[in-house]
Every structure is written in structure tokens, then in C-alpha cells.
């Protein structure tokens, strides 16, 4: 039970211990934060309205915190630093990632226009070498004013950032060769507990996880209710290594949260009749047992052992509310099964 800053009385939210390499390795709230919105992704908040969603997820007991350079070219990152400021450093999970230097430009020229609001003006160089995550590491704990993070991702090595599979293969050749040794060092010596990729395909984790020593994978939008195709090998590869999952985007950009309307978006673009169909007949089977999509939503992927944590994105407190509810509602088991009888989700999907 836990005593809310504002007065009130609710659950703590669950956790769950991950050390796959028995070195001290973070526990996990099931409820994480996603820090990009905090970024100013898609419209700007002011600095006030970003710390109040950070105190009442802590209030509510979140202690993940999952951000990056390139959420608001730094902002993420520094609005982080005075809301950890004076924590205990070993109460709260931080993860951060690499890939992206962030150079100084002049505000006409920075990048993220149209995604990124009141932003530093910055351009993003990729770097996947062993200096450029080094120096990135660097970087973002001046920035976090931290003196360490627990997981560093590689960030955004999939085919969604780079165009083509043909591009992807240099940069993970350019991971694998220089900056996997950099990551293995900063793991063996104690600076991280652990590493990984955040990436928006499943495939490349699978490649990597073929190839290299790898703890965790960020997973963002790729095993969900609509998606589960990463059960056909990454997951269970996973699983069998002891390699913990974390889930962004457990929504798909926000049509598993608002239901079936018009103008909802699937993966970042406006959601196509085929996808609105699928989501009217999952929200018409919650309706039936008295659940909200969102919460099957934010729920389901948890049902896999392999996932650690769930880190859905927040710009106001109404929406991180809304996510302590999801995670804390129970589902009645018989709705597990009767996605299944529909052919909503996969009959191997754990549930």
C-alpha cells in the first residue's frame, strides 16, 4: 500500500527483479516512463507541467525512466536532471542510449522541425563507434547531472530510421565493430549494469542477439495487441537467454488508448480501416467484461516472461493517471480467452 504526496491510498505498483548476469541488476516497476513527450514531442510543455507528470509518477511509485539525446535534441535528458536531483541514486532505474551526437547549430537549421517544439538547436550525427558512445555516454550525464545510468540502449537501428535494410547493415556493422566493445567495457567495469538496443523492428534485436552478449532490448510498438509477430523467434530467443524486454509504445501511437474513432493514429500515421476494424472488435470484447481497452492494452504485453517493463509516453498527469490505472486494473482471465476464440491475438501468446 502506498501513501500518495497527494493524500491518497492506492497499490503499489508491481515490480519485477531482472539480473540476468548476477551483477546487481536493476529492478523494474511493470509501470515505466517514456520521456520523449517530455521532449516537447509534437507540441511544447513548459517546464513547470513536465515536472508535475515526473512527481506524480514517483508519488505513484514509477521508478523506470527510460530517455535519450534525441527526445527534444537534450531537453528530455536535462529536465530529467532536477527532478533526480537529490533521489537516491540506487531508488529509481535510469536508461539512456547512444547512436546520436548532438551538435551545436543555429535555430534555422537545427533538426525536428514539425516534431520538436522549443528545442535546443541541434543536429543529430549518428555514431555507432566505440568514441561516439563513449562521448554520447558522457554527454548525457552532464546533461542527467548524474553520475551514472543503469542501461544504455543503441538507439534506432532499424530499417523505420534508415530507410533501407542495406543502410541498417552499416550501422550495425559500425555497432558490432567498434561501439558493442565500448558497451561491454562500460558494462565489465561497473559504469552501466546493462546494455542493449532500443529499436522499432523486432528484427534487428534478433540480429544482434544472434551476434553479441546483449541484456535488454526497448521494444517500441512491436509487441502489442495488434503486433505479435515477435513471438515467431525473438521472444523466445530472448527468453531462453535471460534477456529482459522492455515495451514502448504499447498503444501503437495511441489507437489501443482511444479506441476505434476517427483520427486515431497506428504507428504515427492515421490509422487505416483494416487496423480500426481489429481495434472495434478488441474494445467491443473489453466492453463485454468491463474493461477498458487501454488497460488490456498496457497489460498484455507483461503476460510475456521475457518483459521486465511497460513504458507507455505522458505529457500531462491526466494521461499518467490513466497508465497507473492500466496498471493496476485486473483483467478477467476469460477475456484473454476469448481474443483468442476470435482470432484477435495469437492462441501462443502468453496470457
Request: proline share 6%; hydrophobic share 40%.
Amino acid at each position: 500500500i502506498l501513501r500518495t504526496a497527494w493524500g491518497e491510498t492506492r497499490m503499489a505498483l508491481a515490480t519485477r527483479p531482472w539480473d540476468r548476469l548476477g551483477n546487481g541488476a536493476p529492478t523494474f516497476t511493470e509501470l515505466g516512463f517514456g520521456t520523449a513527450p517530455l521532449g516537447n514531442l509534437y507540441r511544447a510543455i513548459s517546464d513547470d507541467d513536465a515536472r508535475a507528470v515526473l512527481d506524480r509518477a514517483w508519488d505513484a511509485g514509477v521508478r523506470c525512466f527510460d530517455t535519450a539525446p534525441l527526445y527534444g535534441l537534450g531537453l528530455s535528458e536535462t529536465r530529467l536532471n532536477p527532478f533526480l536531483r537529490g533521489k537516491d541514486r540506487d531508488s529509481y532505474v535510469l536508461s539512456t542510449k547512444i547512436g546520436r551526437l548532438l551538435k551545436a547549430t543555429t535555430p534555422d537549421r537545427r533538426d525536428g522541425f514539425g516534431k520538436w517544439f522549443d528545442v535546443p538547436a541541434r543536429n543529430e550525427v549518428y555514431d555507432y563507434t566505440y568514441d561516439g558512445v563513449m562521448r554520447s555516454l558522457e554527454f548525457s550525464l552532464e546533461r542527467l547531472g548524474v553520475d551514472r545510468v543503469d542501461v544504455l540502449f543503441a538507439h534506432d537501428l532499424d530499417v523505420f530510421n534508415h530507410g533501407s535494410w542495406e543502410v541498417l547493415q552499416t550501422r550495425l556493422d559500425e555497432l558490432m565493430g567498434g561501439g558493442y566493445r565500448a558497451l561491454v567495457a562500460l558494462r565489465d567495469q561497473g559504469v552501466i549494469r546493462a546494455f542493449g538496443a532500443g529499436v522499432n523492428e523486432w528484427q534487428p534485436c534478433q540480429w544482434l542477439t544472434e551476434r553479441g552478449d546483449f541484456d535488454l532490448f526497448l521494444l517500441a510498438g512491436r509487441y502489442t495487441l495488434l503486433e505479435p509477430e515477435a513471438l515467431e523467434s525473438f521472444l523466445p530467443m530472448a527468453e531462453a537467454r535471460g534477456i529482459g524486454i522492455v515495451i514502448g509504445g504499447p498503444y501503437n501511437s495511441g489507437v489501443l488508448a482511444t479506441g476505434a474513432r476517427p483520427g486515431a493514429f497506428y504507428n504515427y500515421d492515421p490509422a487505416p480501416p483494416a487496423i480500426l476494424d481489429r481495434v472495434a472488435r478488441i474494445e467491443a470484447l473489453c466492453a463485454r467484461h468491463a474493461t477498458r481497452l487501454v488497460d488490456a492494452a498496457f497489460q498484455f504485453p507483461l503476460r510475456h516472461p521475457a518483459v521486465v517493463s511497460v513504458i507507455p509516453g505522458g505529457q500531462g498527469v491526466a494521461e499518467m493517471d490513466s497508465n497507473l490505472i492500466a496498471a493496476r486494473t485486473p483483467i478477467p482471465p476469460a477475456l484473454w480467452s476469448d481474443l483468442k476464440a476470435e482470432g484477435l491475438i495469437r492462441q501462443d501468446a502468453p496470457t
